[in-house]
């Protein structure tokens, strides 16, 4: 399960955290754990929406 | 100056003369036969030069760690590997699986129990065993980045014939499966390597010629994986020894060789292994000694940890975005292979014009050689200026670009 995170500067999400081990993970196409991240969208996951007002 | 002329049975001589110094000079010929080295012949890789193609200056063993020295994430302790924690990294740059759920446990950790040259190697125990059918399967590996085999020219006409090496020991005898194999999972080369005795150390030697078909990557991706198998059912299985095989599942990563002993298969077997070497050329040379503090860098290019033991040394700078947001910089200690993930272990400290304690450090943004990230305080001035560091404590902050 994945939550995004909103960037505190520009509001927008550039980072999704893994919640089973508490990992942040940044948008980049050659990490690996986006690379997962976007395989378990990809089956029709959607992560939880980032919290409002906070990163 | 005399000298000594052997002439040769039908032509030619050998003319053998005395330097025309004082004193006596002693020439000490070779107990066997051979061939004296001829002035301007390149000395070979297996007698320790650099050979005539190769040039091995610097980079000879494409594994990483392969003497199993280096243990930044764990210091030395054991790490489960099960369904739950199924693809865990174990010391740096080696990581297990037990893939589809598989039921059997082992761990995996750094022990000092070696053969003559090394002071560690990684141990493998197996909890609970299981006999895997279908795609389950457990292994340990290290995927080589593609940057480091470009030389190689996989996949083409022009493929260079790497050798791989390794000390091993188990507590069961039999033929063990090791796989390299391309990032696309689409070729394979598996190999069985033979352990005869148990609890004795076993140097194992496998030439493998190059692939001349497949994709190989020579990015910052996966260039091979290899893949050491203690076990897997028939979905991860190899049917095919000593060439390049197309894998019937491309796509799917292979753990088994058809016949292998399955290490999964009892309960409480052991496993060691240190000096894992690829190298390029036909011959298995001596393990390639780094120096630590380079074999430490190289290692993390794939994961770094920003440590504070306790000292409360300083992690990062930064400034107060607000009254509850900490910004700070990170910058590792070398380049890493991609943005990296981020974790925090501990307890840290934000010094402003006092000291407070981070409810949560998370990423904001990273980069290859840097990462901003952002301290969840409480009370302090906006605008003001800062950094953060250990809260008293061993803390860390842990950046994995792993493959």
Redesign the interface.
């Known amino acids: 399960m994945y939550k995004l995170?909103k960037?505190?500067?520009t509001n927008e999400s550039?980072?999704v955290?893994r919640l089973s081990?508490?990992?942040?993970?940044?948008f980049?196409p050659?990490?690996?754990?986006?690379q997962t991240y976007l395989a378990w969208v990809a089956e029709g996951n959607t992560p939880q929406p980032a919290d409002e007002g906070?990163? | 100056m005399a000298s000594v002329v052997i002439n040769g049975d039908t032509s030619g001589a050998v003319t053998i003369s005395a330097p025309a110094v004082a004193g006596t000079t002693t020439l000490t010929l070779p107990t066997t036969s051979g061939t004296i080295l001829q002035s301007g012949t390149a000395v070979t890789e297996a007698q320790g030069g650099t050979g005539t193609t190769t040039g091995y200056y610097g980079f000879k063993n494409r594994i990483i760690n392969g003497a199993m020295v280096i243990d930044q994430r764990n210091a030395g302790a054991s790490v489960t590997v099960n369904s739950s924690n199924n693809n865990p990294n174990t010391l740096d740059r080696f990581a297990a699986y037990d893939v589809n759920g598989g039921s059997g446990t082992f761990t995996q950790q750094q022990s000092t129990t070696v053969p003559a040259g090394f002071v560690n190697s990684l141990l493998t125990t197996v909890g609970t065993a299981d006999t895997p059918t279908g795609n389950v399967g457990y292994s340990m590996y290290q995927r080589i980045e593609g940057l480091n085999i470009s030389d190689l020219n996989w996949g083409t006409a022009d493929a260079s014939t790497v050798t791989l090496s390794f000390w091993v020991r188990s507590s069961i005898t039999g033929n063990f499966p090791v796989l390299l194999q391309n990032s696309a999972y689409a070729v394979y080369y598996a190999s069985l390597y033979n352990i005869p005795t148990a609890n004795t150390w076993t140097k194992i030697s496998i030439t493998i010629t190059g692939p001349t078909t497949g994709t190989w990557l020579t990015t910052?991706?996966i260039g091979i994986d290899i893949n050491w198998g203690f076990g897997a059912g028939s979905g991860r299985t190899a049917g095919t020894t000593g060439a390049w095989t197309s894998n019937p599942t491309s796509g799917t990563i292979l753990l088994n060789v058809t016949g292998a002993t399955q290490l999964i298969g009892t309960s409480g077997a052991t496993f060691f292994i240190t000096g894992v070497q690829l190298e390029k050329g036909s011959t298995a040379t001596s393990f390639d000694y780094r120096p630590y503090g380079t074999e430490f860098n190289l290692c993390q290019r794939y994961y770094s940890a920003l440590p504070d033991t306790g000292a409360q040394n300083g992690l990062g700078a930064g400034v107060c975005?607000n009254t509850?947001?900490f910004?700070f910089v990170a910058v590792y200690p070398v380049p890493m292979?991609?943005?990296?993930?981020?974790?925090s272990t501990g307890t840290f400290q934000v010094i402003v014009t006092t000291g407070y304690t981070p409810s949560s450090v998370?990423?904001?943004?990273?980069g290859t050689t840097s990462a901003a990230l952002?301290a969840?305080i409480s009370g302090p001035t906006a605008a003001s200026g800062g950094f953060i560091r250990g809260g008293g404590s061993a803390c860390s902050l842990n950046f994995?670009?792993?493959?």
């Open positions: 995170i960037d505190t500067l550039k980072v955290f081990d508490n990992t942040c993970i940044p980049a050659d990490n690996t754990d986006y906070t990163q | 910052n991706g975005l509850s947001n910004y292979r991609t943005a990296p993930s981020f974790t998370t990423l904001s943004a990273a952002l969840a994995s670009a792993e493959l």
